[in-house]
């Protein structure tokens, strides 16, 4: 089993800044992918950006120039850094990994409970 802990979600005035952390923990032999979604009331869960184990990146369109992610493989956890926000950015936003946890485990991928973006106009 895998445990997905988020942090650093809160509320912050359009234009700001937030960093989001996610550490993984558990029986972890290696990280494929780690990433952030989110998601607002009334919508469905989006993407938002994802990075793999090597640091390639993927981004919304919506999110592209503004939000950055980053991984420390050694540590198991991602980070997204995100500048010039904007009301539309309120949302959960969810931490998303894939991991291989051995022969036994084989390869899953877990989701965190979510921290709470709100960005006030």
């Known amino acids: 089993q895998v445990q997905l802990v988020e942090s650093g979600g809160g509320l912050v005035q359009a234009g700001g800044s937030l960093r989001l952390s996610c550490a993984a923990s558990g029986i972890i032999f290696r990280v494929n992918v780690m990433g952030w979604y989110r998601q607002a009331p009334g919508k469905q869960r989006e993407l938002v950006a994802t990075v793999t184990r090597g640091g390639s990146t993927n981004y919304a369109d919506s999110v592209k120039g503004r939000f950055t992610i980053s991984i420390v493989n050694a540590k198991n956890t991602v980070y997204l850094q995100m500048n010039s926000l904007k009301p539309d950015d309120t949302a959960a936003y969810y931490c998303?990994?894939?991991?291989?946890?051995?022969?036994?485990?084989?390869?899953?991928?877990?989701w965190g409970q979510g921290t709470q973006v709100t960005v006030s106009s």
């Open positions: 998303s990994g894939e991991f291989y946890s051995g022969a036994y485990g084989g390869t899953k991928e877990y």
